[in-house]
C-alpha cells in the first residue's frame, strides 16, 4: 500500500515537472523608413515626350520583334497542320 502512495506521488510530482514551456521572445524586426513616392507617371503616353535613349532601345528592338513574330506564326501554322481538325481518327 505504501508502495502506491509513493508511486502515485511520483507520478504526480512527474506530470508536474513536464509542464509546458512559456514561448520564448523572439525579437521583431523593426520597421524601415519608408522611402519617397514620385507622384509622376510610370510611362509616358506620348512618345514625343519619352526619353530619347528608351526611344533608341525600341527602334532597335523592331527587327528582333518582327523576326520572333514570323517564327511564331511559322510554327502556329507548323503546329495547326498536325492536327487531325478531319475527323479522321477516334474510337
Known sequence: M???LILAAAAVLGLAACK???????????AEAQAAVSTEAVVEQ???????AYVKTQVGNIG???????????ASKEHMETLDLGGSGGN
Open 2 to 4: 505504501k508502495k502506491h
Open 20 to 30: 509546458k514551456k512559456a514561448p520564448e521572445q523572439i525579437p521583431q524586426p523593426k
Open 46 to 52: 506620348n512618345p514625343l515626350k519619352m526619353p530619347g
Open 64 to 74: 528582333k520583334a518582327k523576326a520572333a513574330k514570323a517564327l511564331y506564326e511559322k
